[in-house]
């Protein structure tokens, strides 16, 4: 069974223009005509501002095949989500301050339900694995993410699927 459109009246098209008539598309600059003459501005256009780079890509690849060796280690194991928040932070920022470039964190894979558990009626992803989820969104807080470059899941030599990666910004001299 197809559908077919409904013919729009005359009134419904008026409507439609007087409500759309100022409307103009919004065109990404990268599929903007670029044959379409420019107006000449007074002043200049304002840069876009840079972000802070990441890792280049070799750093980035000898990190994935887990051939960097991490400067020092947190492991945070058997602690409550808020003393681990507070020795993360105090791990980060003294290991920036020592000009070590990657550390890693160990927060270990959280515990695995079994298959025929009974449903416990609690947040499951915020009831297995809390330090792992939490984390990388410490990281990302404005009093450290100024100063980590990248996180990512560390190689299986390293810890795998229950340690991460964090690769420091260089510290100002």
């Known amino acids: 069974m197809t559908r077919r459109k409904r013919e729009t009246s005359g009134e419904e098209r008026a409507l439609f223009q007087?409500?759309?008539r100022d409307v103009r598309p919004v065109i990404p600059p990268s599929t903007a005509d670029t044959t379409a003459p420019k107006a000449k501005s007074k002043r200049a256009a304002p840069r876009a501002i840079l972000l802070q780079p990441g890792l280049d890509g070799r750093t980035a690849e000898r990190l994935r095949r887990g051939r960097l060796e991490p400067e020092s280690r947190l492991d945070l194991h058997g602690m409550t989500e808020a003393a681990a928040h507070r020795a993360l932070v105090r791990f980060v920022r003294a290991s920036h301050a020592q000009g070590i470039r990657l550390v890693i964190v160990v927060t270990g894979k959280g515990h695995?339900?079994?298959e025929?558990?009974?449903?416990d009626l609690e947040l499951h992803s915020r009831s297995?694995?809390?330090l792992k989820t939490m984390t990388p969104r410490w990281l990302k807080e404005s009093e450290l993410a100024p100063i980590v470059a990248e996180v990512r899941s560390a190689h299986r030599r390293h810890g795998g699927a229950g340690a991460l990666y964090v690769y420091l910004r260089k510290a100002p001299r």
């Open 18 to 20: 007087t409500t759309f």
């Open 128 to 130: 297995r694995g809390v």
């Open 112 to 114: 695995a339900q079994a």
């Open 116 to 119: 025929d558990a009974p449903f």
